[in-house]
């Protein structure tokens, strides 16, 4: 028999939102998404679309308290939650949380805040400073850099449950951009994942760490290499990966450490990053998404009640 | 009484293509352009598009030869004149002409070749080295560094006639993709040229210069300091235009001497350019772009007779 559903975790994206029962134990009683992210809703339509997935995690239509992290509370999502201002301690965040009002009463929403830098360097980050409470919750002393590796980058820096400072790097971004509109593009066409993906995306990984300085320059190098010595798509594609990523870590370098730096992300693009750490005498351990920002919500929601 | 037309000089772009008349003494009789570039033509159009220029330009309809530069001579072009490979002298670019047959007798046609790099990082060029040439010829003596700031920049290592190295830095197609297609779009809608544009160049610039190699980590900001900072999208445009061109002139300071760096490109481009040379501790001087490639085409021309 399941266990009843004593809240629900969200983490609202802007493109979809997965959802969580949790028993009374801490248990997950079972998962839901849906492709309604806060990109395609307008404020009213938030509740609904909550509704409709707290339906299928609690068929029995309980009351039920829903504790959200991520692009809702952003100033164009349901309702601002205010950034906490780093450096901070990951655990201000449930105090943060805003109410927004739900059209019946059985559910009881709450969204907690992102944050943001105003000092060295302007920045801003919402659902990634929940999964980096959860990481250190479950790495009780950790300091030191984490890495997030996406379309949009974090790299925070830890020291237990307090992040101290944070960029974004846009290398995911950058690499569709340039996949699909730049010039590039005409060497990017046809079989990407073939058995030269991995050599390109050596070479170009250590170009990128060679001469982070020089990204601007090397993007070129893709499409002389199409040209000049007839670089198949996939070796193309690995290159320009490679080479992004290796840009990315090298200005990083002087802030990691000896212990693996925690990779939050797919498995794949944190394999990816795992390998470059290496390549530039680091290391990187792949920590489980999921995981962190379910014991990021969970520890979020001790510190409400 | 206009001066008859002796030849006639092409620079054959991608996206239009531009001609001159040139009388017997070397003075421009008169110039035309047709947006028929290279992209949008198929091999089999070339003839008529140069056909309809050159009646514009000499109505006479006596047989002439024609000139040419640029990407009407790559392999997807018209015909394709194969890359010399640098380092090279420039004065080589007329024995390396290649001659495609035009349907009737009246026009006689030569395209010169780009010039290629295979060692010391794979490039490409076409159209460029004959501005290059005209620099050189104009500048007689010149050594050093040489900025083509556009959509993909060249720089090149000139040394007298002599190209010994050069680089491309896809700064301004990067520029169009991230406001266009990036989540920096958002940042980038409204009045781009207001009075916050300056500001924004000059604080871009120097985060270029100060951190080339945390460029993908500085392109964030531009979103961070809209939504923390209210900046406006003219100061989001300087500042991601600055933030690229310092960065792109980071990666070249190295080389940079003491003599003025020559710019070749548009005239409130390079002025941008001078600028950040000048925030750098260096100096440009812009070129005119159509004289130069026009004392390259001459220089050329006269190397074949």
Known sequence: MTETVAWMAVDWGTSNLRAWGIGASGTVTGSASSEKGMGKLSGVEFPAAL????????PSGSSLE???CGMAGARQGWMEAPYLEAPTDLR?????AVRPTMPDGTLT?????????KQGGEDVMRGEETQLLGLAVLSPGYGGLVCMPGTHSKWALLDGTRIQRFTTAMTGELFDLLKTHSVLRHSLQGTLDGPGRDEGFSAGAQDGLDAPGDLLGRL???RAGALLSGREPDWCAGYLSGLLIGTEIAAHRGQIGAEPVPLIGSAPLCRLYAKVLEM???SGRTVDATEVVLAGLKAARASME
Chains 1, 2 share one sequence.
């Open 92 to 96: 201000q965040l449930g105090a943060g």
């Open 220 to 222: 070129f190098r893709v």
């Open 109 to 117: 929403a709450a969204i907690l805040p992102g944050v943001c830098q």
């Open 51 to 58: 509704a409709e997935v707290a339906a299928r995690l609690d």
């Open 280 to 282: 530039d005498g680091a």
């Open 66 to 68: 829903v504790l959200i």
